[in-house]
C-alpha cells in the first residue's frame, strides 16, 4: 500500500452500481461530461470499492464510487 497525499479540491462523482466489468462504461461517461462542461481533470482517477470481492461473491452488485479531481 502506498500513501498518496491528494490536495484538496472540485471532484465530480460517479455512484457505480452496475456490473463491474462494465465498470469503463462509467469512465467515458465521465469524460464526454467533462468535454461537454470545458473541465480538466488533473490526475488521479480514484475507485473507492464500497462492496467488492470481500463482501458480495456477485460482481453484478458490486458498488464503487468513482472520484475524478477537475481543475
Known amino acids: 500500500i502506498e500513501i498518496i497525499p491528494i490536495p484538496s479540491g472540485k471532484n465530480l462523482h460517479i455512484l457505480y452500481t452496475d456490473n463491474y466489468n462494465q465498470i469503463s462504461n462509467a469512465h467515458y461517461a465521465m469524460d464526454d461530461y467533462m468535454k461537454e462542461k470545458n473541465l480538466v481533470h488533473k490526475s488521479p482517477v480514484i475507485e473507492e470499492y464500497i462492496s467488492g470481492r470481500d463482501k458480495e461473491a456477485d460482481f453484478s452488485k458490486w458498488v464503487t ?6 481543475q
Do not use: D, E, G, S
Open 65 to 70: 464510487n468513482v472520484y475524478y479531481p477537475v
